[in-house]
């Protein structure tokens, strides 16, 4: 569960963006202040608010070491601040005097990025405090960017409904039509997706936009090959323009705020909704995860930011193959229960299963008896193979319920992985299922139903080296 654990009510306007560092909370507002808070216990540091914008601020955001924050307003400057102290560091001005929407800093935090109503967006050198590069979309305002979670992309949205991919050097790579009414915001998960061979590289991407539509994409770069931007699914969950989204420090859960005033936490994994929160009396423009632990800030033109917890045990446990997250297999549907007789080489048994309407709670619950007289399942080594298939997801239903990881489990068997390999969906997969459903799908994506673009599958040393660690001190 999610529960509300504090609301500050300290700002005087509409709460524009608000950020976590791994002990401060930061908010801005069109009320031209930024204020801090410790995540100790929520209190206004003595140096909050920061003053020093003339307009009003649109954007803030800490830097990795959370030693630097950053705000940028209307006023056309980004300001460095001293954390800790909250004294301004530097004044930055965007070419041009535009108003500037939002700013991110690079993952090493040597780098600044600021993008202005007027398109441009400038990288400033944040040790020089220097124009290092800067670029410009050819339309619209420049409203959303985010640096891959090494450094070397960095993706801007802008009003017209472009994402924009630019290497480390502002080199244009790629402008793609995302939402058709314009784009509010992006966000990469702070976990790529795989570390790949010869370094190949797939990070996951959220864009949100005024279509109300939220995207999920995947970026794949390296030296070698280069850069490509693919569409995996759209959640659609809110009514109204989505204004904001944020992925979870772990990449497993995506939160969006939208003029329909509701927050939405969704499981990246199933895109399924974990938690609809109502609490905002407007518009929510702004949330945030933090870095480290499983806190929420989400802020609106109601004037206040909410803080949010988690429970320990619920953000993201045990799925099911169904639209549902993660349900424990007592609660599999019929069809669920077929996919899983076929993922077991027992195909031939799913006309009996569906004519004797059996779901997860009744195979679970099935014996040697039933399947020789309610199933009619003759042969006794067949009879014995179900059973042995039925006792390992009786086992398995007692790991998915006491917290197993979702990446550690197999999209296809939604059982532990032993071999997990990455597919060039992105996705990890235990190797024989990933083989067994090429063989038997030909070229489609277990998890978005499109066509492979390479049949490919490369061993996710990195999570299985995470499976033997997760292993090793919870078994008994």
């Known amino acids: 569960m999610v529960k509300l654990v504090h609301t500050?009510?300290?700002?005087?306007?509409?709460?524009?963006?608000?950020?976590?560092?791994?002990?401060?909370?930061?908010?801005?507002s069109l009320d031209k202040t930024i204020r801090l808070y410790s995540l100790s216990d929520f209190a206004e540091l003595p140096h909050s608010p920061l003053k020093f914008h003339t307009y009003a601020v649109h954007c803030c955001c800490f830097s990795p070491s959370g030693h630097i924050l950053a705000s940028c307003s209307t006023d056309g400057t980004t300001v460095l601040w001293n954390a800790h102290s909250g004294q301004p560091l530097t004044v930055m001005e965007q070419p041009g005097g535009s108003p500037v929407r939002v700013c991110c800093f690079s993952p090493d935090s040597a780098y600044l990025a600021s993008g202005a109503a007027d398109g441009s967006?400038?990288?400033?050198?944040?040790q020089s405090y220097k124009l290092y590069r800067c670029g410009a979309v050819k339309d619209g305002s420049l409203v959303a960017c985010a640096f891959s979670p090494e450094g070397s992309l960095l993706v801007t949205g802008s009003s017209s409904g472009d994402l924009t991919v630019w290497d480390g050097r502002m080199r244009f790579l790629h402008a793609e039509k995302a939402h058709d009414l314009g784009i509010t915001c992006c966000a990469f998960s702070p976990q790529p997706l795989s570390g790949g061979e010869q370094g190949l590289q797939f990070y996951r991407l959220a864009s949100c936009g005024q279509d109300c539509e939220i995207k999920l994409?995947?970026?794949?770069?390296?030296?070698?090959?280069?850069?490509?931007?693919?569409?995996?699914?759209?959640?659609?969950?809110?009514?109204?323009?989505?204004?904001?989204?944020?992925?979870?420090?772990?990449?497993?859960?995506?939160?969006s705020g939208s003029v329909d005033k509701s927050v939405i936490i969704y499981d990246v994994g199933t895109q399924s909704v974990l938690h609809t929160l109502t609490q905002h009396t407007r518009y929510v423009t702004t949330c945030a995860f933090a870095p480290n632990t499983l806190l929420l800030a989400t802020g609106s033109m109601d004037k206040t930011v909410n803080i949010w917890q988690f429970d320990l045990e619920t953000?993201?446990?045990?799925?099911?193959?169904?639209?549902?997250?993660?349900?424990?297999?007592?609660?599999?549907s019929e069809e669920d229960v077929s996919t899983w007789l076929r993922a077991e080489g027992l195909e031939h048994l799913v006309g009996i299963f569906q004519i004797n309407n059996i779901d997860?709670?009744?195979?679970?619950?099935?014996?040697k008896e039933s399947l020789a007289g309610d199933l009619k399942i003759e042969s006794l080594g067949l009879r014995s193979k179900v059973l042995r298939s039925i006792e390992e997801l009786r086992t398995r239903a007692d790991s998915l319920s006491s917290g197993i990881p979702d990446e550690f489990i197999c999209p296809i068997t939604r059982e532990l992985m032993k071999d997990p390999v990455i597919a060039s969906d992105g996705y990890s997969y235990e190797r024989e299922a990933m083989e067994n459903w090429i063989h038997k799908k030909k070229r489609t994506s277990p998890m978005t139903n499109l066509v492979l673009p390479s049949?490919?599958?490369?061993?996710?040393?990195?999570?299985?080296?995470?499976?033997?660690?997760w292993l090793e001190t919870h078994q008994k």
Request: with cysteine; net charge neutral; hydrophobic share 45%.
């Open 8 to 28: 500050l009510a300290d700002h005087g306007d509409d709460v524009s963006c608000c950020a976590f560092s791994s002990s401060l909370l930061a908010t801005c």
């Open 121 to 126: 967006v400038v990288v400033w050198n944040a």
């Open 217 to 255: 994409w995947v970026v794949s770069f390296s030296h070698a090959s280069g850069f490509e931007l693919k569409y995996k699914c759209t959640l659609r969950g809110h009514c109204a323009p989505v204004l904001a989204c944020a992925f979870s420090h772990d990449g497993q859960m995506l939160v």
């Open 315 to 332: 953000p993201c446990q045990a799925g099911s193959m169904s639209d549902q997250l993660k349900q424990v297999i007592e609660d599999w």
């Open 360 to 367: 997860g709670r009744e195979l679970l619950h099935l014996t």
């Open 455 to 469: 049949l490919i599958l490369t061993p996710n040393r990195t999570l299985k080296m995470a499976i033997n660690r």
